[in-house]
């Protein structure tokens, strides 16, 4: 069974930063894209960053600049450094892998780990 286990959130003063990591683990063929995704509360899932197998990376606007997502493909590993960041950045942040098994394809989601932006 795929797991996606994340790290690294936390308590942050505006202008601060956190590094976030994902690791996939579990019968694992192939990763396609990865990604993190947050929520704020009472609001729906929006994408933050997401990276293909091959590098290439896609931002949301709000985020350009500031945040910069990457992965370890020996390690099955996202990783989404984050700078500078905002009161409004606050929300508990998703990874999501698209992930080959032997048995198919399907698309998985870590428990999420909450990251709070405050003085």
């Known amino acids: 069974q795929v797991q996606l286990v994340e790290s690294g959130g936390g308590l942050v003063q505006p202008g601060g930063s956190l590094r976030l990591s994902c690791a996939a683990s579990?019968?694992?063929?192939?990763?396609?894209?990865m990604g993190w995704y947050r929520q704020a509360p009472g609001k729906q899932r929006d994408l933050v960053a997401t990276?293909?197998?091959?590098?290439?990376?896609n931002y949301t606007g709000s985020v350009k600049g500031r945040f910069t997502i990457s992965r370890d493909n020996a390690k099955n590993t996202v990783y989404l450094q984050m700078n500078s960041l905002k009161p409004e950045d606050t929300a508990v942040y998703y990874c999501?892998?698209?992930?080959?098994?032997?048995?198919?394809?399907?698309?998985?989601w870590g428990q999420g780990t909450q990251v709070t932006v405050s003085s």
């Open positions: 999501n892998a698209d992930v080959r098994l032997l048995s198919g394809r399907s698309d998985y």
């Open positions: 579990g019968g694992i063929f192939r990763i396609y894209a």
């Open positions: 990276i293909t197998s091959s590098g290439n990376t």
